[in-house]
């Protein structure tokens, strides 16, 4: 789990992105989002869900940074919406809630 956390810390994206995702992390709600999002049937544990929504979010940056056309900006910020609030609960959780 130590390596998550590292990951995240070491996360840097455009300074917009990130306060687009701070301003709607207050409407986050993980049942609704990480379903939409990672397109799931149940929801997965917090450390679950942080791995797989790095994974998405590198994929997008990868997009972002190539300057492709299928980049989708609102889906850039839902994801880091989502990653916000699942490390917050990672977090609250010590780190262990795998």
């Given at each position: 789990?130590a390596s ?61 940074q190539a ?8 889906r850039h ?22």
């Open positions: 789990m998550l956390q590292t990951a995240l810390a070491d996360l840097r994206r455009p300074r917009l992105l990130i306060s687009a995702a701070r301003f709607g992390l207050a409407d986050y709600d993980r049942s609704r989002d990480l379903r939409r999002l990672l397109r799931l049937g149940a929801v997965p544990s917090p450390g679950q869900a942080v791995a797989r929504l790095m994974d998405e979010e590198a994929g997008l940056e990868a997009t972002r300057g492709a056309a299928t980049y989708s900006v609102s910020v839902d994801l880091l919406i989502a990653l916000m609030g699942e490390a917050r609960l990672l977090a609250r959780a010590g780190g262990d809630a795998a």
